[in-house]
């Protein structure tokens, strides 16, 4: 496959020293990005999206994370699921139709953020104006912003303002909330249409519209995390979800059938928040975040880290070798989907050696590289360019 190189990289990753982790407090075991952003799409079970072909964007980002292989909703249709996952409760809805008694009052995560002194945002595409309370516009659909179902300004109400358009979704990213969700709508979030066309139409756009924020993210202590509502009818709800990030450890995670209530409690354990409804009795996603304990590096390994980096113009390799290999050494860099975009000769000549690096017309984003022997990888790292 064509991500395999960049599945190999992720994992020999030894560059501690690149993950900026802000741990909620001293004996966290999950981190806490400085924002996440949560993305949601629609109606795909996992094997209709993980490993195919019209959806290579998608498959690159969860191959360069924390891919969660056991991953399921919780019920049929749409809108409870986004309702369990905002609140730990389905809240007596169990269909798609406009919900009565809104706003509500009840505990719900944007409140909770909020009131812990937090920012929250949902980010909808097509919402009609930022604070619109309508049920649809083209093919925006409110069953899928939960957060309007408490937009007001009484107890455990979001004020008006967090409901945004997509157009608000910023350009700066140091402007994003602590936490936000973004909603795609129904013609770009796999929902409208039929397969492929409407698999390739939400690669696309996830790319255009998230890309830049998860090559930024990866210099800056924030994340992606992107899981869909629910299946497409199967019994087991069976569905993608994965995460993006400098805290994250790679690789595909099939030990626990996490839902969407573990979901929110892995974000209320992030943020040190109340557990609301459910989440009080479910299990937080532990086992995919770095630590940044140098112990763990191999001792086998050659140790390498960038400096500066993220990378303007020119940079160096710093590298730590025991014993230099007499047939010499190569640099391999790779993008994020795995294709090389350089090899070049590297000399090592004492065993504390730098090497130079230089953009030479490499476009911003996060590289991953590779110093290769004669026979094997002897050390791996990440490149971000400014």
Known sequence: MIYSTTIRLIRNLVMVALMFIGLSNANAIIPRPDHTVILVLENHSYWQVISSPSAPYINALSQSGANMVEYYALTHPSQP?????????????????????????????????????????????????TGSTAEANGAYGRKHSPWVNWQG?????????????????????????????????????????????RVIACDDWVQAKLGDYVN???????????????????????IPCFFVGPMVQQGNYATNGYDHYDMLRTIEDMY????????????????????????????????????PNPVTNEAVIHVDVREISTSGYELHVYDILGHEVRNEPAQLLSSKSTLPFRREGLQSGIYLYELRDEKTIVSTGKIMID
């Open 272 to 307: 040190a928040l109340p557990y609301l409804g459910a989440s009080a009795n479910s299990t937080p996603i532990e086992e995919i975040w770095l630590t940044n304990s140098v112990s763990e590096i191999s001792s086998s390994s050659i140790q390498s880290n960038v400096y």
């Open 153 to 197: 300004t009484g107890l455990n109400q979001i004020p008006s303002y967090c409901n945004e358009t997509m157009n608000g979704f910023p350009s700066d990213y140091n402007l994003l909330p602590d936490v936000s969700f973004v909603i795609p709508d129904m013609d770009n979030d796999m929902h409208n249409g039929t397969d492929p066309a």
């Open 81 to 129: 699921n986004y309702i369990m996952l905002f609140a730990g409760d389905n809240l007596g809805v169990t269909n798609d139709n406009l919900p009565s008694g809104t706003p509500w009052s009840t505990p719900n995560l944007g409140a909770s953020l909020i009131n812990n002194g937090f920012t929250f945002k949902g980010y909808s595409e097509n919402l009609p104006s």
């Open 216 to 238: 930024w993210a990866m210099g800056h202590n924030s994340l992606l995390i992107v899981l869909f509502d629910e299946d497409d009818n199967y019994a087991s709800n069976h």
